[in-house]
């Protein structure tokens, strides 16, 4: 049978296809990191030891108990540890000298048959210390404060425009206020865990991993091999929320093990010894500054973060930068100051620089409505830029004034008593509360093959990576569509680095990047398929697509999605706990590929921004200079109870400027204007303004009195 060259009239792409995936997850079949390959007869177990002091270097480790234990094979310490080549990433050089840059940072590695022996053993190690003095305390005036030449995503740490502070003292209007939201963990459902094993100079590697192919380079540098000489395999993952975005210690360390023992060797970090070595949201302080006109036309915007970083690597969360993108304003400044202190690397968490910095410039909105006198949603309204405020660009499509009206009317907001603590029934008060939402565009350069079987079907090869978003059921539909063809004639193989390279699961990216090369594969093959007479051979008829320049291409527009969050809360007056009883969300970002599993994306980063907004935090011990909340009895992620019947919807867009698909990432918008659309409800709901999260009940009772 020869396959069609020719496109039906049925649309694939945009319909609510099931996840191809899903009776697998739920039966069992998929098999995640460390399940691979179940557990062979020679496999090993390995166990990190985690530094217990916040600073110093590691004096002697004392390993003959956990040697003695029966069952152990070996103890990796930074004496015995195989050597690696420097990383471009300091914290995957583990076992690498005697120095310790944070608690939590690994000291050694026990290796035993069973996970068991091997937990034993790392817990019957003893490590000596040098301690040096530790400061872990992130403060608006610490004297190491400095302004970075760039904060996360190459953003330039400062921008201005016009003279932001004159035109402040001016304003007829100043709202002046100052924001603290606290360090955050990812805590996916499936820990960090990979499964490594060598076959004489061949590495292969399973990983819950956000992109095998950055592993892969990145594994491969380390032990100072050829990039065909490692395998890395991420088919299924569990979640990440960027925490799974770069290589993390865990894979390095099980791939030393496996050499050092020569067996293959699992290791799965356990969830307390996350919070040191996979990444966290950073801490940032915010002050921002709104100069109005009477009827609140923005005359100035001026948005300050200060945060942390570790004193090995340093990460600025871009926390500012939305204030960029999102209000109309002849003058503006939006600026970032960092600290180094003795605390773990931050990285990559959900929507990282949006999350925190939307909620700040949201709530800031909410203080500059209730001042003038006017509406929220028709403040943002009346403060919609012509073009993007930094870069003067054109919007390749923006629609924040039709969301925010779509979800005005199906929110019901015009019905609201916009006045404070007036809605009571016994001991609870009610408010609601409206915040906008933005993410970039985001697209990097992926390959992709697309072959035609001759059975009829077709088989279509992309190292994405499924993070649980669904991308191998949307990645099937647009080769399905490209091609012309029912969705159940397409095999999509996908998670492994034997496959053409592709770029990470992160910044909302990957449909679009994954999507544009499978689209360009498929395309091309349809062309070889015009031009191809007879039966096709056994092996099909094959075409490649490579997006590296198309990709690369710096658009002359501004791309990015929109979105507007309503929320109705309930504050109980006599415990200081609130509830969120309505969430409301309403987006535009591009054609919507699958229904299904957008809805799921917005409702999760929904319901992860009700968590940021009223249980989530972590604290620093000063004393002991570790996070306090290292695990999900003390780290409270919403649970069923605390989710009410969130809605999502969209606008549609139809913007020719992003991939062939139309597509803008919706992973993350979810997340980035909930919180602050709650916090503003909680005021509307008690008459108190709250500027730091989380809204827990300690924190809100006192101020209720």
Request: proline share 8%.
């Amino acid at each position: 049978m020869r396959p069609t060259a020719t496109r039906p009239t049925a649309t694939v792409l945009g319909a609510p296809a099931e996840r191809l995936e899903g009776r697998d997850k739920v039966t069992g079949v998929a098999r995640y990191a460390t399940e691979h390959e179940h557990n062979p007869p020679d496999c090993a177990y390995a166990w990190p030891v985690a530094a217990t002091v916040a600073r110093g270097r590691i004096t002697a480790i004392d390993t003959s108990a956990a040697d003695a234990l029966p069952g152990v094979i070996a103890v990796l310490t930074p004496d015995t540890a195989p050597r690696l080549e420097k990383p471009d990433d300091p914290i995957l050089a583990v076992l690498q000298n005697a120095d310790v840059p944070h608690r939590g940072w690994f000291v050694a590695l026990a290796v035993a048959d069973t996970i068991e022996t091997a937990r034993a053993a790392a817990e019957a190690v003893r490590v000596s210390y040098a301690e040096e003095p530790h400061d872990v305390t992130l403060t608006e005036d610490h004297p190491g404060l400095y302004e970075p030449e760039e904060a996360n995503g190459g953003h330039p740490a400062r921008r201005e425009r016009g003279d932001a502070a004159a035109a402040f003292a001016g304003s007829v209007v100043r709202v002046d206020v100052s924001y603290r939201v606290p360090p955050l963990h990812n805590h996916p459902m499936e820990p960090h865990a990979a499964y490594a094993r060598w076959s004489g100079d061949h590495l292969t590697v399973y990983d819950s991993s956000q992109g095998s192919t950055t592993v892969r380079g990145v594994l491969a540098g380390l032990f100072g091999l050829a990039e065909d000489r490692v395998t890395v395999v991420s088919e299924h993952v569990g979640g990440g929320f960027g925490s799974k975005g770069t290589p993390r210690p865990n894979v390095v360390l099980a791939a030393m093990a496996a050499r050092h023992t020569g067996r293959p060797v699992k290791l799965a970090l356990p969830r307390k010894q996350m919070a040191a070595v996979v990444g966290h949201r950073a801490p940032t302080l915010h002050r921002l500054r709104l100069g109005a006109e009477a009827d609140g036309t923005l005359v100035s915007v001026s948005h300050e973060v200060s945060t942390h970083t570790s004193r090995i690597k340093e990460f600025v969360e871009q926390a500012a930068v939305p204030a960029r993108v999102m209000y109309a304003s002849p003058h503006s400044l939006t600026a970032h100051r960092v600290v180094a202190l003795d605390v773990p690397s931050p990285s990559w968490m959900r929507a990282p620089g949006e999350t925190p910095g939307m909620y700040a410039l949201e709530s800031a909105m909410d203080e500059l409505a209730d001042a003038v006198g006017i509406d929220p949603v028709e403040l943002r309204v009346r403060n919609e830029p012509p073009t993007e405020p930094d870069s003067n660009l054109p919007f390749s499509s923006r629609h924040l004034v039709e969301c925010l009206r779509e979800g005005a009317r199906r929110f019901g907001w015009h019905d609201r008593d916009p006045r404070p603590a007036v809605r009571r029934d016994g001991d609870l008060l009610t408010g609601t509360g409206v915040a906008a939402a933005t993410y970039p565009v985001l697209i990097a350069p992926s390959t992709a093959t697309a072959t035609a079987l001759p059975d009829g079907g077709y088989a279509v090869r992309v190292n994405a990576t499924d993070i649980g978003t669904g991308a191998r059921t949307v990645l099937a539909q647009v080769a399905a569509e490209a091609l012309g063809v029912p969705l159940g004639s397409v095999h999509i193989e996908i998670g492994s680095s034997r496959l053409p390279r592709a770029s990470l699961a992160g910044g909302s990216s990957g449909t679009g990047s994954w999507g544009w090369a499978v689209h360009e594969a498929c395309a091309n093959l349809l062309r070889r398929l015009a031009g191809h007479s007879g039966a096709l051979p056994p092996e099909g008829l094959s075409a490649s697509a490579d997006t590296t320049e198309a990709a690369g291409r710096k658009p002359p527009y501004a791309r990015h999605a929109f979105g507007a969050q309503f929320a109705e809360v309930r504050v109980d007056t006599s415990t200081g706990e609130v509830r969120v009883s309505r969430l409301l969300g309403v987006y535009a970002a591009g054609r919507i590929l699958n229904p299904r599993t957008a809805r799921s994306q917005f409702i999760g980063g929904m319901t992860m921004g009700l968590g940021m907004a009223l249980t989530e935090h972590s604290t620093m011990d000063p004393a002991f200079g570790d996070f306090v909340e290292s695990d999900l009895a003390s780290y409270h992620v919403p649970a069923h109870a605390d989710v009410p019947a969130v809605e999502a919807h969209w606008i549609d867009e139809d913007d020719t400027h992003l991939n062939p698909m139309g597509s803008k990432g919706i992973g993350e918008i979810g997340t980035v204007g909930t919180a602050a659309a709650i916090g503003n409800a909680v005021h509307h709901a008690t008459g108190v303004r709250f500027r730091e999260l989380p809204l827990t009940p300690d924190r809100v009772l006192p101020r209720l009195s």
